[in-house]
């Protein structure tokens, strides 16, 4: 055919085309394709053409799933269904011989040795999870044989099969299966396994995978790591070569959908200079958390093949989270707490772990000899680590304003959003991890020269994710812009200050400032020169009420002055700074003062004398009194006879 048609897949079954096909191929099910447009059939052309993209031609033309693109040759007698990937979902057959539905098949008539089998006829890896019901139960029709695979066959078609026929499946017992992407993914020249640069096998090829946009993250790498059955991702960064040299180039998005890696390759011809690098943990994992530091804690043995295991509460300690975090690439850990993120699943770590703190991985402590064999409900390791220290706003008036910079492989940048349109979103979440309130305000600045920045990945940011997870890769290209970020708490704490002056004495002690009756004093309230203006309010908080006291804020401070000191003057004081920026009020307050009133020397002195004289009069009374009593009692009267 001499002419081809340029087509966008998503008009693939528009009104405008009548059908579609697959010629020169083995079968109907495999070829090129075709599409009839207007009447003529038209070889079908797109640049950016991949493995899923081929896989709904094949779902299209009842074919199963498609095994590769591009001399592309596609299976016929099974596929996976209503999974995440190419490679997963509820197993369904048809016969070559038949034209009927497809059929869905019992757990019971289906081991591993047939699961290797459809794994290897859909180009997918090993089988790695197989489970009733995983995607699915059984739906009408039912196959009725059961396979009985060697586990080298080619195709489950080609497997014996037994001679009676099934007539009922017990629910929740639809095969449902999983296979591993370890044949077509692969990290090289790294230190392990789970370290190194991608890359990919596409039609029988091994080469060095690039992004599509320059849209990599941390957390598209995570996809990564998770596929290769390494953990969770802890770097991720390119890897510059001297020459050119062709390679596969990966849709970052659809990795974030959970496609398979192989589904988001497409087979556009290109070369690049660099590739992707990625680290993954390789041993430990957070599962069901909100970030790559939060989660349910898993680990892996290197020696086992196994499913990672939960751990239960009662194995883990502070000292232990500290080594798992820091394996992780995160922060210190903020909260250990158990089923934070669901409960124990198995299978369960069994051992104890002993960390002294410092280790480099979980893997490296020490471990009881003993085994656990139960974990009471509630007690799986739910685990939160901090954020690395990576964020700033620099350039500012405080802490909580300024341009914002994030440290990425060891370099502060300024972060740009190429299209600015997640500055609120990015404002919000640096705000919220510097304690900082709320947003208040963004701006794009522009400087004469450029300098390298971040790019910050458009399809990952939400309110509060880890901004690390959404950093796109180092680009090499420089930029005049930056994100200029203020807070809500972008105003300095104002400073407080006690002073007397005339014939005052003060005095500091434990319960703050003691000021003597009479005397007078001022209380001073201050702030860092940030910006103009604004105003002091001065509020003292006593056991029965509060009142409050207002100036303006000149060469930013204020000055209360109080004469005779009583005891309305006692209580607790604040100084509250107001400024009105940004078309909104702002306020700080100061840390308290504690003020106490008590007596003058004098007035000591004063109660002292009438004091003393009170008790000499007192006493002098208490004399007198006793001496009149005394001389008022009646003498002795002498002995008289009295003669008649």
Sequence with gaps: MDHRVLIVFLLLWSSEFDDIRLVEGSSRCSGVIEVKHQGFWAEMYDPDWDLKLSDRVCRHLDCGSVVRTSSTTHTHSVRLVNGTSLCSGRLEVKSHQSSQSWSSVCEDDFDLQDAEVVCRELGCGAPSVLQGALYGDVEAPMWTKEFQCGGNESALLDCES????????????????????????????????????????????????????????LKTADEVCRKLDCGSAVSTGRRKSDFDKRIWRIRSTCLQSKSAVRECIYTKFSTSRSNLEIKCSDSVRLVNGKSLCSGRLEVKSHQS?????????????????????????????????????????????????????????LLDCRSSDSDRNTCSPGKAVGLTCSEPDDVRLLGGSSRCDGTLELKQHGEWRPLVDRVFKLEPKVAAAVCNRLDCGSAVSTNISNISSEKPVWWIGHSC?????????????????GSSDSLEVICSDFLAQPNISFATYID????????????????????????????????????????????????????????FLFSAADATHLGEYRCVYHLYVFSQNFSSESQPLHLTVSASLTELIIRLVVLLLGMMILITALCVSSKASRSQKPGREKNTEIKD
Aim: one cysteine or more; glycine letters at 8%; charged letters at 20%.
């Design 305 to 361: 093949n196994q499913l990672w295991p939960s751990v239960c509460e009662d194995d883990f300690d502070l000292q232990d989270a500290e080594v798992v975090c820091r394996e992780l690439g995160c922060g210190a850990p903020s909260v250990l707490q158990g089923a934070l993120y669901g409960d124990v699943e198995a299978p369960m770590w069994t051992k104890e772990f002993q960390c002294g703190g410092n280790e480099s991985a």
């Design 162 to 217: 037994s001679d009676s026929d099934r007539n009922t499946c017990s629910s929740g017992k639809a095969v449902g299966l999983t296979c591993s992407e370890r044949h077509h993914v692969r990290l090289v020249r790294g230190s392990s396994r789970c370290a190194g640069e991608l890359e990919m096998k596409q039609q029988g090829v091994w080469r060095p995978v690039v992004d599509q946009m320059s849209d990599w993250t």
């Design 504 to 559: 005052g004495v003060s005095e500091a002690n434990q319960q703050g400032i003691q000021v003597l009756m009479g005397s007078n004093f001022t209380i001073s309230c201050s702030i860092l020169p940030q910006y103009p203006g604004g105003s002091f309010q001065l509020v003292l908080t006593t056991s029965a009420k509060s009142k409050n006291h207002t100036l303006p804020a000149v060469n930013h401070s204020a000055h």
């Design 461 to 477: 940011v939400e309110s509060y994710l880890m901004l690390r997870e959404c950093l796109e890769l180092p680009s090499y290209f």
